[in-house]
């Protein structure tokens, strides 16, 4: 049974940054996607950012496309999320999650993802 473990998440004003992580405590098969899924109370889940762990292929969402960045160290089967240009639409629960992939675009458009984080919190005040 693979871990995730999902953290980095915390309260910050309009304009700032955040870095999430993502560990994942035993190995997963490959070829895997790891990503971020966001949900705010009231609205549905969102599909935030994904990598492919072999290939480095990365997927984002349009709405944070250009202030969200990825960055993945394979031998700690790690990923992390940097948020910069933080805005109050992005205050959401942020959980992680881990499959194998055929790539990062269809990893965030599945259902029944193997692997999920227990989810941390991001608050952006204006």
């Known amino acids: 049974q693979v871990q995730l473990v999902d953290s980095g998440g915390g309260s910050v004003q309009a304009g700032g940054s955040l870095r999430l992580s993502c560990a994942a405590q035993r190995y997963v098969a490959t070829p895997y996607c790891m990503g971020w899924f966001r949900q705010a109370p009231g609205k549905e889940r969102e599909g935030v950012a994904a990598i492919d762990f072999e290939y480095g292929r990365a997927y984002f969402a349009d709405s944070v496309q250009g202030r969200f960045s990825m960055t993945r160290d394979s031998a700690k089967n790690t990923l992390y999320l940097e948020m910069t240009s933080l805005k109050p639409e992005d205050s959401a629960t942020y959980t992680c999650?881990?499959?194998?992939?055929?790539?990062?675009?269809?990893?965030?458009?599945?259902?029944?993802?193997?692997?999920w984080g227990q989810g941390t919190q991001v608050t952006v005040s204006s």
């Open positions: 999650a881990a499959d194998i992939c055929s790539s990062p675009d269809s990893f965030v458009q599945r259902t029944g993802l193997k692997y």
